[in-house]
């Protein structure tokens, strides 16, 4: 079993940063590529950006290309998401996901294994 704890939440104004954090304690950690989900009230839990196992290769939903950078550190066990120029439209509740395999693609379907608890974030205007 996997668990995923997440942290770095808070409340930050508009045009601020935030990086969030998601520890894992598995001892295979670079066995899966990592993710994270956001999800605000009344509306799905939408990807926002992934790495392979390796760290090499990166993706991101169009809303955060850019501001929004992901990285791993697999001597740690920990997934990062460095969070710049923040808006009050990325306000939600932020999730750490494992990916069932090392690599994501954008081309077929992604299977979460394990999800964190989720760390909120809250971005004033």
């Known amino acids: 079993q996997v668990q995923l704890v997440e942290s770095g939440g808070g409340l930050v104004q508009a045009g601020g940063s935030l990086r969030l954090s998601c520890a894992a304690s598995?001892?295979?950690?670079?066995?899966?590529?990592m993710g994270w989900f956001r999800q605000a009230p009344g509306t799905e839990r939408d990807f926002v950006a992934a790495?392979?196992?390796?760290?090499?290769?990166?993706y991101y939903a169009d809303s955060v290309q850019g501001r929004f950078a992901i990285s791993r550190d697999n001597a740690k066990n920990t997934v990062y998401l460095q969070m710049n120029s923040l808006k009050p439209e990325d306000t939600a509740l932020y999730y750490c996901a494992a990916f069932r395999d090392r690599y994501y693609s954008r081309t077929r379907q992604n299977l979460v294994d394990y999800w964190g608890q989720g760390t909120q974030v809250t971005v004033s205007s």
């Open positions: 598995v001892r295979t950690f670079s066995n899966y590529a």
């Open positions: 790495i392979n196992w390796l760290g090499a290769a990166t």
